[in-house]
């Protein structure tokens, strides 16, 4: 009997399944599951961030009165400066992005209305395409390497817990979009240089200027360019030379144009910031410069602990001669050999090596202080060049070249499983430290015990906690504060005086602490004249010590402090009203009342100097003179407490019918403040 068809085998082995898909892909179709792949990727390393709400600095891009505006802000956010700020110790004004805010406007205006996940979703699509983009221009520089090598170095990438800063916080989607934009310039000029065609240079001019309107960190880009079309292209000198003058001359363009337009502006800067801000010595400058490329170098390898904010103290100054800025002077003196020595033959490593110096140099102290000292988002874009390099060691670890198109199996299983092996604590440190992104509270006290050292985070922890305790209804209605929460705030507002004790900001807000909080002036004022001694031209100090001593009742030293104020600033309307509440508390009613008047003249349509009015009158016993100022306010401002007010007034002196007015229109009032 004749014997059919062998049955095809329906079980295969492990091992065969495990060579089909570590075979390389060779269709179109494999880039359709590669940009599968890096969206599935994406979302389980960043899809948490989508529960997450607004964090540090969000305030400059979104959640703001601006970009509330939507389409409309377009105006104003194309000729207003990215921060604009009004602080206790002066005005904050720099910087030009408008690229950023107008994406959040944008988002206003289609989903109408502001979502904190929404803007955390277009974060990690941002994300996605700056992958998918990074992936394909590695495919067309290195079209010579293998796939599976190109495949990992985007992987980790991606997946580095360096990168959660720029994606978990909202206000750094510029940095995305800056990179985002290099790298659209970047496959524009390649594709010049495989067709000739002009118009993909001006157009990469474009792309270029607008990352730069994104923010100013696109700049190395330009030495990038040549870099690459160099190591990877046939163009020769004549040709891209050309181009990176181009470059230059757009980024000029956009660092320098907007100052024919912006109002003058000041970045406030600090040494609680940056101690570099207050220390010009060239030698400190290297040293401590030598320092954060160290840093930076750590945090690549070893990414813990990942923190909000560094400042002051926690890169301290240094000079050459400290034993960790020699030891990072060897460490990038010898991979600067290295890269130089390897140029000339357009060595992977070489080209690795040049794309991580001329990112992080940007950010290295030696040019100018940095913001912060150090930070995670300044080694972004230059975390590309460690990635290859540790990619690369992984490939020759196992003695396998990634330029070979063909891999054997048992080689390309064990690459994949050490790369594996990294990756997998890499992804549980960016999935566990994008939760601790997800408010402002739980970001701080988790980064907090590794901050003892830095007095900017100790006084910016502590100043939230503060404004949440002022905001809290129980303080507002009652005046309690929670114990615990109190010896905390005091606690880090001292922490950050030991390590920096000359910061104005810091002893205002201690003494603001002990007089409204802690309910002790005598400790306030000793706090308040410390900050006053830092910088006498600053008032928030002066106002609050004027408060402390009408706490006590020293009329006569809070008198002082107000007119202190005035004598420098004239139109101070807070001092005008405290000097005038410190006047009736002396007695002086009729010079409290004309201090009052004095203001409406030049601002009439003020309502405080009626309540204030009002408030000197019911305290003499003149009620109906009360009533009728405090009505005036009303008229002028429609507030709850002053309708509440009113109505109670007048449920006193038995008028019913105006009672249950003004009784309703505190509910009018409450909807209005509402909306």
């Not at 989508?50 to 703001?64: M, P, R, S």
């Not at 170098?297 to 002051?312: D, E, V």
């Not at 939760?435 to 922890?461: C, G, H, M, V």
């Not at 019913?656 to 309703?664: A, E, F, G, R, V």
Request: charged share 20%; net charge positive.
């Amino acid at each position: 009997m004749e014997k059919g068809p062998r049955k095809k085998k329906l079980v295969r082995s492990g091992k065969e399944i495990a060579r089909e898909l570590l075979a390389p892909p060779s269709s179109r179709k494999a880039n359709g599951y590669f940009i599968l792949f890096f969206f599935v990727w994406a979302f389980i390393l960043y899809g948490n961030t989508i529960l997450n709400k607004y964090g540090v600095d969000d305030e400059f891009v979104t959640n703001n009165e601006t970009v509330r505006k939507g389409l409309a802000a377009i105006p104003e956010i194309f000729t207003t400066h990215y921060i604009n700020q009004k602080g206790n110790v002066g005005d904050n004004t720099a910087d030009y992005r408008p690229v950023v805010k107008l994406t959040y406007a944008l988002e206003y205006q289609i989903f109408q209305g502001e979502n904190p996940g929404r803007s955390h979703a277009i974060n990690v699509l941002i994300y996605i395409f700056i992958t998918i983009l990074l992936f394909f221009i590695l495919k067309r520089i290195l079209k010579n390497y293998n796939i599976l090598f190109l495949f990992l170095i985007t992987v980790v990438f991606m997946t580095h817990p360096v990168h959660t800063e720029v994606v978990a916080s909202l206000k750094n989607r510029d940095e995305m979009l800056a990179f985002l934009c290099g790298l659209g310039a970047l496959s524009l000029l390649l594709r010049y240089a495989e067709r000739r065609k002009l118009w993909y240079v001006l157009l990469a001019l474009l792309v270029f200027f607008t990352g730069y309107l994104s923010k100013a960190s696109i700049l190395p880009f330009v030495l990038i360019y040549p870099l690459v079309l160099y190591f990877f292209t046939d163009l020769s000198p004549k040709r891209y030379i050309p181009i990176s003058i181009a470059m230059v001359a757009v980024a000029i363009i956009a660092q320098t144009g907007p100052d024919l337009f912006l109002p003058a502006g000041e970045r406030l800067t600090s040494a609680i910031e940056n101690p570099l801000y207050a220390e010009d010595g060239f030698l400190y400058r290297v040293g401590t410069g030598l320092l954060s490329l160290l840093f930076y170098i750590k945090i690549l390898i070893y990414p813990h602990p990942l923190l909000f904010y560094y400042g002051n103290e926690m890169i301290p100054l240094a000079t050459p001669g400290n034993i960790w800025a020699i030891l990072s002077f060897v460490l990038y003196a010898g991979l600067l050999l290295y890269a130089s020595s390897t140029f000339r033959k357009k060595h992977i490593l070489s080209f690795a090596i040049f794309w991580y110096l001329i990112f992080i140099a940007m950010y290295s102290n030696l040019l100018i202080p940095v913001m912060g000292i150090v930070g995670e988002r300044f080694v972004f874009a230059a975390s590309l060049g460690f990635c290859i390099v540790l990619v690369w060691v992984v490939f020759k670890i196992f003695e396998t070249e990634p330029n070979s198109l063909t891999i054997e199996f048992d080689a390309r299983a064990k690459i994949l499983v050490v790369v594996i092996l990294i990756l997998i604590p890499y992804a549980a440190l960016t999935v566990t430290r994008n939760r601790e992104w997800r408010n402002l509270f739980d970001l701080y006290r988790k980064d907090i015990p590794y901050l003892e050292n830095s007095a900017k985070a100790n006084t910016q922890y502590a100043g939230y906690l503060m404004q949440t305790t002022f905001r809290d209804p129980n303080f507002m209605k009652h005046g309690n504060v929670n114990q615990f929460k109190l010896d905390v705030i005091k606690k880090h507002f001292h922490v950050s005086l030991e390590i920096y004790p000359d910061n104005y900001q810091t002893m205002n807000d201690l003494g603001t602490v002990y007089l409204f909080l802690e309910k002790d002036p005598d400790s306030a004022i000793i706090y308040l004249k410390r900050a006053i001694a830092l910088n006498d031209q600053l008032e928030p100090a002066w106002v609050n010590l004027g408060m402390a001593f009408r706490e006590i009742k020293k009329f006569d030293s809070a008198a002082w402090c107000y007119s202190t104020i005035l004598r420098r600033n004239p139109s101070h309307i807070r001092a005008y009203f405290a000097l005038a509440n410190v006047y009736n508390d002396m007695g002086y009613i009729n010079r409290a009342i004309d201090m009052n008047n004095e203001v409406l003249k030049s601002n009439p349509n003020l309502d405080m100097p009626f309540i204030n009015i009002g408030n000197y009158l019911l305290l003499t016993g003149d009620t109906a003179m009360a009533i009728r100022n405090y009505e005036e306010a009303i008229k002028r401002r429609l507030t709850f407490e002053g309708c509440i007010h009113l109505s109670n007034l007048y449920k006193g002196l038995g008028d019913m019918q105006k009672s249950d007015y003004y009784l309703q229109r505190s509910s009018e009032a409450l909807k209005r403040n509402k909306r």
